[in-house]
């Protein structure tokens, strides 16, 4: 396969990712600076890869997974023993050459195998490194090893979230995962913006933990203000009733009674203006403080119509609203394919398989990375021998097992 060029309309295009980043987070960040247009070169172990290989297929065997087909279209895989001094001196080489490191490694890993992110940088000056880690790499639990379970846990995120009253509940998405994945891409753009001014790289990191973290801003606040422990509230919102999902005749219904003027816009549509003069209900705070009530008699109403229903009417009097939608239903609807969130990418085996897309626009318009997930290792000579490394070096490299072609 020849080396594909840069999109030049592409904000990233000519910007070099190095990719020692494995399974989510760190990967994450390479999927969107890549649909940005970067070149993403996954520095990956042998055999195995990357571990988010074996996971589940969800499909035929023997099958690259899907989940690992959506975090990594587009990318190029360079197989390389980082254990041996032949596969660090090459990882250097290219090092030299490239504009971000990614990494997720457990803190202090890289620096016994002598490619501590200083090093890097002391390497290329210019270099942009991008730590992800669970819990940071500084303080008393910097040595753990990170986990989206354990950090959502950790951080408090778990328990807020799930029925009032209820046990704990895991949110049903990867969200330290996903959010670290996220501010790994926003540092790597802060600090490109830096290195345009100054000529200086630098080293940026964060964590699942601060991940977690950056999810209780509401939640923070209201306990930094008044020391009252946050809780479990389902759907419902800590400082605006009504603004959570109801029960409607089949399905679920968001409905957001943000203000006062909603508020009364909502007790038209539901034909209950008296609930206005009702002493539990006739201002923001008493409606917050008597939610239960307010949602069971709401329940009541809105059980009596279908989502479609109280969708239009509420529409119609300004009540912002919305249905609660299952995974199918949000991929398949109209307003998501509007803003290009779903593509048709290349799979493995030369067909195409739908994926997750850019969510930014640019100009109204955005186009990601449609490339095929990279099999361990398939890019491996086209890209060393792209980077600088000559044919007599490689021939060594795979001769010592220092690299791998697929």
């Not at 990357?50 to 690992?68: C, K, L, V």
């Not at 996903?178 to 753009?189: D, E, F, P, R, Y």
């Not at 509230?233 to 409905?255: K, M, N, R, S, V």
């Not at 109204?364 to 990279?374: E, F, I, K």
Request: charge should be neutral; charged fraction near 15%; hydrophobic fraction near 40%.
């Amino acid at each position: 396969m020849s080396t594909t060029l840069p999109d030049p309309t592409k904000p990233l295009a000519g910007m070099r990712v190095l990719e020692l980043s494995q399974i989510m987070a760190g990967p994450i960040c390479g999927l969107m600076l890549g649909d940005l247009g970067a070149e993403v070169i996954k520095i990956e172990k042998f055999p195995g890869g990357d571990d988010a290989r074996a996971f589940s297929s969800a499909g035929a065997a023997n099958t690259m997974p899907a989940s690992f087909q959506m975090i990594n279209r587009g990318k190029k895989s360079v197989a390389l023993n980082l254990k041996s001094q032949l596969g660090r001196d090459t990882l250097l080489k290219m090092v030299q050459q490239a504009d971000v490191v990614t990494e997720n490694y457990r803190p202090g890993a890289l620096k016994r195998l002598g490619l501590a992110p200083e090093g890097l940088i002391k390497a290329n000056p210019k270099l942009i490194v991008v730590s992800v880690s669970g819990y940071g790499s500084i303080g008393p639990l910097s040595d753990r090893g990170g986990f989206d379970l354990v950090l959502q846990a950790f951080s408090g995120l778990i328990s807020v979230t799930g029925e009032e009253g209820g046990g704990s509940v895991k949110p049903g998405v990867p969200t330290a995962d996903i959010n670290s994945g996220v501010l790994a891409a926003l540092g790597t753009l802060s600090a490109y913006i830096y290195r345009l001014r100054t000529g200086q790289g630098q080293w940026v990191q964060t964590s699942l933990l601060q991940a977690s973290m950056q999810q209780l801003y509401w939640q923070a606040a209201l306990f930094f203000a008044s020391g009252a422990m946050p809780k479990r509230l389902g759907t419902a919102h800590p400082l605006i009733a009504p603004y959570q999902t109801f029960a409607c005749a089949d399905g679920e219904l968001a409905i957001g009674g943000g203000n006062a003027t909603i508020w009364k816009k909502l007790l038209e549509v539901l034909e209950k203006p008296q609930w206005d003069d009702d002493a539990r209900f006739n201002s923001s705070k008493n409606r917050l403080d008597n939610r239960p009530a307010l949602e069971a008699l709401m329940n009541d109403v809105l059980r009596t119509h279908t989502r479609a229903y109280w969708e239009e009417k509420l529409l119609a009097a300004g009540v912002p609203c919305g249905p609660v939608q299952n995974v199918a239903e949000a991929l398949n609807h109209p307003q998501t394919h509007a803003l290009n969130m779903v593509v048709d990418a290349e799979n493995a085996n030369g067909g195409s398989i739908r994926s997750l897309g850019l969510p930014i626009l640019f100009n109204g318009t955005n186009s990601p990375s449609l490339g095929a997930a990279p099999q361990l290792g398939q890019h491996t000579q086209e890209v060393l021998s792209a980077w600088g490394v000559s044919p007599e070096e490689y021939a060594l490299l795979v001769k010592e097992q220092a690299c791998m072609q697929a």
